[in-house]
């Protein structure tokens, strides 16, 4: 059996421009990839509200797990609302938050709890708490 020792990265002959190639998509996939899954349960006549402040863009994926309709919404710095795809019981709908905007999931039951599963991808440091309707 023969062992192959390599002492240096210009031992291995592989052109500089292909580890650059490789360097740069590496950098590249990991900042883009960072995605977060979580299920959170609203109570009723609450708002789950999902990136407050300053932050970088991203996307979610909302799946309304419950039996209660949720109105969606986005709130920038500035406080101007823009209101999204209501989502009705077990739907599914993805949007692209832009950055400094926050994603506002008003449960509209006045007795229900709401269910939701969340997949985020890109900006995952984001500051989440519940507010009254």
Not at 80 to 88: G, I, Q
């Amino acid at each position: 059996m023969k062992l192959l020792f390599v002492n240096s990265i210009h031992d291995m002959k592989i052109p500089s421009n292909y580890l650059i190639y490789l360097l740069l998509l590496f950098m590249l996939n990991s900042q883009s990839c960072k995605i977060t899954k979580s299920t959170s349960v609203i109570e009723p006549e609450r708002t789950f509200v999902l990136g407050e402040g300053n932050h970088d863009d991203f996307k979610i994926k909302v799946t309304n797990e419950g039996t209660s309709d949720l109105e969606l919404f986005t709130t920038d710095n500035a406080g101007n609302v823009k209101l999204l795809t209501p989502v009705k019981p077990k739907q599914t709908c993805k949007h692209k938050i832009e950055e400094n905007t926050s994603l506002n999931l008003k449960n509209l039951s006045p007795t229900e709890k709401a269910k939701v599963n969340l997949k985020i991808k890109g900006e995952t440091n984001l500051k989440m708490e519940y507010k009254n309707n």
